[in-house]
């Protein structure tokens, strides 16, 4: 079930940043040629609240926050931007701003995940992990990075949005 629907045409842009950690990328960069033509790279949304932008920037995204989830354990990021802008996810800052990144995400061959998953399942035939989980395998719209899938999500925009009066 997708977190409620919010209308993207009542929000303003308060403020765009760019990502521009070079060693993050270079690591990115070289699972995306580990993957080769299997790494399904797209762009993807995750919602965040303020005090965890830095530590995202910094650090890249951390799968060990998360200790629950519909589709398993591991980093969200959904295809539609009001999935991620739900509070719950995009926790208002006392200004009643919401961060939001824009990210590049290798979902690589994915599984379809559930509650209670700690991570992918394996491949047929092989002990090789998939290497995201998903609500769905066609069209996906959620999409968890969990274990084996470090350096698979470079943040590059980071949106401060607030809600127009």
């Not at 699972?31 to 965040?48: A, F, I, P, S, V």
């Not at 996906?140 to 925009?157: N, Q, T």
């Not at 949106?159 to 127009?164: G, M």
Request: with cysteine; glycine share 8%.
């Amino acid at each position: 079930m997708l977190a409620e629907r919010l209308p993207l045409t009542a929000l303003r842009l308060r403020a765009l940043y760019l990502s521009r950690h070079e060693g993050q990328l270079d690591l990115y960069s070289v699972q995306k040629r580990l993957l080769g033509e299997q790494c399904n790279e797209r762009w993807l949304w995750h919602g965040t609240e303020k005090k965890t932008v830095p530590a995202i920037l910094a650090n890249g995204f951390l799968r060990d926050f998360n200790t629950r989830g519909a589709y398993g354990r591991g980093v969200y990021f959904a295809t539609d931007p009001a999935y991620s802008l739900s509070p719950r996810y995009a926790r208002p800052d006392d200004d009643g701003d919401q961060y939001l990144c824009l990210v590049r995400v290798l979902i690589g061959t994915a599984c379809v995940g559930s509650a209670g998953m700690e991570s992918p399942t394996k491949k047929q035939g092989t002990e090789q992990l998939h290497e995201s989980m998903v609500d769905r395998l066609n069209d996906p719209k959620v999409i968890v990075l969990s274990a084996g899938s470090d350096h698979r999500a470079f943040p590059e925009f980071i949106l401060r949005v607030s809600h127009s009066q």
